[in-house]
């Protein structure tokens, strides 16, 4: 089963009869092998399941109060190791130090909002039924719920789900992508270290085909995932063949508007911040901008400039923008996807050459002239690249950016607030827009999108949400 990972690492020297294969790591800023572990078989991945079941079985009758306690002492664990945390990522998928020590912290800020808000998120509701009745709706647990995460936020996806679902009074086992097992191997250790009842949270280190049984196992409740449409499509249809809950967040191609009132400095300095989050491996950063003809020059000036100051350097050194990306596949598709654009019409304004250097090295890169028939128009491009695509008007421009399959991030760029708020709120098909800002992930807002974007939605009152059994009750007095 496709879950957006690097290839699997079977070393096939490093097995015995029956055993799982062994992960080793990746450095991408040099392409040579780091950390090796042992990973788990499917019969393992199912004793977890049912450990955390019979974990679940107590856990689900605790106290919010009791549950708070613990996920606020994750947020400790997470603080207390927050470089150590954003090392680990930095040497199995590249990740920026900067950009991992505020992951760290942001999963934490997440851990300590469902502490405070899940017990007013998941209280009784009353609703009047009239005299000589009572009735209300509860919140109950579903059970145990399978995390099948991708690994370019690799502790920020997994706590993202996690906080929430632990707080509902659920457990967890986490299916995190076959590149970062360290990462997910921490995960697992900040819940123990935590408090949490033995075996509440389980990482299991299998391949992506062991997916669809572990669905199918009968401890498991549901499943979330985040990854890839195809990888979304086999998890829908693994849930949907055993009637159990899922929540999906696949790719996207977000579409940033910029109108011809915005100012174009303003405006590029949003666009580069929205693309280059994450080296531009993110399913929310900007990919599309879609820029009016009155200001399309000064804009596509401004946004290479903007663009060039992400300089490519040591994931390790604290000033350093753009580090490498997850490995050199993934850069050698997105140089695939640069080049047949280009081929079929693209003009290439800055960016575009693979470095002479060892690693999964890619520069800031800038498309005008972006068509539909070019991948930079129809597919995901997930790395350092922005593609400019005019339109005449902003009918135009709305029309191009809802003209796509996937629908989970939108931006507008414009000085009207009115104008910006009405097009966001009323026009974009996405699950998220935002007017002047780059989008992101935020535990107050509800995340997710439409279309091949997924369905469900995560964080927020509306993300804990959708792993509990909403009941009616009545009483006939």
Not at 189 to 198: D, I, K, L, M, N
Request: hydrophobic share 45%; net charge negative; proline share 5%.
């Amino acid at each position: 089963m496709d879950d957006r990972t690097a290839p699997e690492r079977d070393q096939s020297a490093d097995r015995e009869a029956g055993a799982a294969p062994r992960l080793i790591a990746v450095d991408p800023a040099t392409d040579r092998p780091g950390q090796s572990y042992r990973g788990h078989t499917s019969e393992e991945a199912k004793g977890f399941a049912r450990e955390a079941h019979a974990a679940w079985l107590g856990w689900r009758r605790t106290s919010f109060a009791e549950r708070a306690e613990r996920m606020r002492a994750a947020a400790a664990v997470l603080r207390r190791r927050q470089a150590e945390f954003a090392a680990l990522m930095t040497a199995e998928m590249g990740k920026t130090r900067t950009e991992g020590l505020a992951e760290i912290e942001k999963c934490a800020v997440n851990c300590d909002w469902f502490a405070e808000h899940a017990e007013g998120f998941l209280a009784r509701r009353p609703v009047d039924m009239g005299p000589g009745s009572k009735a209300f709706v509860t919140f109950n647990p579903l059970g145990v719920v399978l995390a099948v995460m991708p690994w370019n936020f690799p502790f920020w996806q997994v706590f993202r789900f996690a906080a929430p679902t632990l707080m509902a009074g659920n457990a967890a086992v986490l299916k995190h992508a076959s590149n970062v097992p360290g990462c997910a191997l921490a995960i697992e250790a900040v819940f123990r270290e935590a408090g949490f009842p033995e075996g509440l949270f389980r990482t299991a280190l299998i391949p992506g085909k062991a997916v669809r049984e572990l669905i199918e196992d009968d401890h498991l409740a549901a499943v979330t995932l985040t990854g890839s449409v195809e990888a979304g499509r086999q998890v829908a249809a693994a849930a949907g063949g055993v009637l159990k809950k899922c929540v999906l967040e696949l790719g996207g191609s977000d579409a940033y508007l910029v109108l011809s009132d915005a100012d174009a400095q303003k405006a590029a300095e949003v666009a580069a911040a929205a693309r280059m989050v994450n080296a531009g491996q993110s399913c929310i950063a900007g990919k599309r901008f879609i820029v009016t003809s009155p200001v399309r020059e000064a804009f596509e000036a401004a946004l290479v400039e903007k663009m060039q100051a992400y300089r490519m350097g040591d994931p390790n050194d604290a000033a350093t923008r753009l580090g490498p990306l997850q490995s050199v596949k993934a850069r050698d598709d997105i140089h695939d996807q640069v080049r047949r654009s280009v081929a079929a019409g693209a003009r290439l304004l800055t960016g575009g050459e693979i470095p002479d250097r060892p690693g999964a090295w890619y520069p800031p890169t800038v498309l005008s002239e972006v068509k539909p028939g070019m991948p930079a128009y129809d597919e995901e491009v997930f790395g350092p690249v922005a593609a400019v695509i005019e339109a005449a008007g902003e009918a135009e421009a709305i029309a191009i950016a809802n003209a796509s399959r996937f629908g989970l991030g939108s931006g507008v760029l414009t000085s009207d607030l009115a104008r910006g708020e009405r097009i966001a709120a009323e026009e974009l098909e996405a699950g998220m827009s935002f007017v002047n800002a780059n989008v992101r992930s935020d535990p107050r807002l509800p995340f997710g999108g439409v279309k091949e974007s997924g369905y469900g939605r995560e964080c927020s009152e509306f993300g804990i949400h959708e792993f509990v059994n909403i009941k009616s009750v009545l009483v006939a007095g």
